[in-house]
């Protein structure tokens, strides 16, 4: 395991920053009346992509320096505008102002997750795929078939959140998205995807789902080297994913060469 300094982690931070980035700008051309928008502040971006989306934090904040009150009134606002509470990712690693004006203002914690990398070696071996899986690029056609797929993975019981659909197909237009689905004849039952990151040399891991009932059978792991490859291909070195702490997602990742960097909080203020 490497040491993990500021350098470090606002690399790491990239892998849901710049996701939810490119996530906003779509959204202001395909729902324009959602109000959309990411702006740059404090070093990083805060991100509104419509109110209840799991996708709109301000995120790598505080890595270039002090956060001030000036800058906490301009992030309020940006959030309060658009009838949202504010959210604040916090890496341990970014300036203590940061957590002082969390504190100041009154945020609380909503969200604990670990940040997991993984270096990419050059040539290395790659595990065979599971037989009968059959591993292949997917698009933005495709999109639809994916978020059935993370709908049944997430809710095996049903009632998904009405937007969901909506949530998901985004992510397989970003720029520089690599995004994959596992078929087993022609029936596609996993889903996972990607971007690459050049900026900050890293590549993002995400979108991964599995049907409930073609769990345990190494699919996502088959699909966690597939996006290793692709990374590798691109010329980065540095693989990076979120997870929630004690997951079967962390253990899938441990299992294929990540380890832990830090864990990371999401605090929220919620405005009346």
């Given at each position: 395991?490497?040491?993990?300094?500021?350098?470090?982690?606002?690399?790491?931070?990239?892998?849901?920053?710049?996701?939810?980035?490119?996530?906003?700008?779509?959204?202001?051309?395909?729902?324009?009346?959602?109000?959309?928008?990411?702006?740059?502040?404090?070093?990083?971006?805060?991100?509104?992509?419509?109110?209840?989306?799991?996708?709109?934090?301000?995120?790598?904040?505080?890595?270039?320096?002090?956060?001030?009150?000036?800058?906490?009134?301009?992030?309020?606002?940006?959030?309060?505008s658009r009838g949202a509470a504010a959210q604040v990712?916090?890496?341990?690693?970014?300036?203590?102002?940061?957590?002082?004006?969390?504190?100041?203002?009154?945020?609380?914690?909503?969200?604990?997750?670990?940040?997991?990398?993984?270096?990419?070696?050059?040539?290395?071996?790659?595990?065979?795929?599971?037989?009968?899986?059959?591993?292949?690029?997917?698009?933005?056609?495709?999109?639809?078939?994916?978020?059935?797929?993370?709908?049944?993975?997430?809710?095996?019981?049903?009632?998904?959140?009405?937007?969901?659909?909506?949530?998901?197909?985004?992510?397989?237009?970003?720029?520089?998205?690599?995004?994959?689905?596992?078929?087993?004849?022609?029936?596609?039952?996993?889903?996972?995807?990607?971007?690459?990151?050049?900026?900050?040399?890293?590549?993002?891991?995400?979108?991964?789902?599995?049907?409930?009932?073609?769990?345990?059978?190494?699919?996502?792991?088959?699909?966690?080297?597939?996006?290793?490859?692709?990374?590798?291909?691109?010329?980065?070195?540095?693989?990076?994913?979120?997870?929630?702490?004690?997951?079967?997602?962390?253990?899938?990742?441990?299992?294929?060469?990540?380890?832990?960097?830090?864990?990371?909080?999401?605090?929220?203020?919620?405005?009346?």
């Amino acid at each position: 395991m490497e040491f993990v300094d500021k350098a470090f982690a606002r690399r790491l931070e990239a892998t849901e920053e710049v996701p939810q980035v490119h996530h906003a700008r779509l959204y202001q051309k395909l729902y324009p009346e959602v109000n959309a928008a990411a702006e740059e502040i404090c070093g990083g971006h805060m991100v509104f992509a419509g109110v209840g989306s799991p996708i709109g934090r301000a995120v790598g904040l505080g890595f270039d320096g002090p956060v001030s009150s000036a800058d906490f009134d301009r992030l309020e606002q940006f959030y309060r505008s658009r009838g949202a509470a504010a959210q604040v990712d916090v890496c341990p690693l970014t300036d203590s102002t940061l957590i002082e004006m969390l504190k100041k203002r009154c945020y609380s914690m909503t969200e604990l997750n670990n940040v997991l990398y993984r270096r990419l070696q050059p040539n290395e071996p790659t595990p065979e795929i599971p037989e009968g899986i059959n591993i292949r690029p997917t698009d933005s056609g495709q999109a639809g078939v994916a978020a059935d797929i993370s709908s049944r993975s997430f809710f095996p019981e049903g009632n998904p959140p009405e937007e969901f659909h909506r949530w998901i197909g985004p992510m397989y237009q970003y720029p520089g998205v690599v995004a994959l689905l596992a078929w087993i004849g022609e029936k596609a039952v996993a889903s996972a995807a990607g971007l690459i990151i050049a900026e900050h040399n890293v590549f993002a891991m995400f979108g991964d789902a599995t049907l409930p009932e073609f769990r345990r059978r190494g699919i996502q792991s088959a699909l966690v080297q597939a996006r290793l490859r692709a990374a590798e291909e691109a010329g980065l070195d540095l693989a990076a994913v979120v997870t929630q702490g004690g997951s079967t997602s962390q253990r899938n990742y441990e299992r294929m060469g990540f380890r832990v960097a830090y864990s990371k909080a999401t605090l929220v203020k919620t405005f009346e």
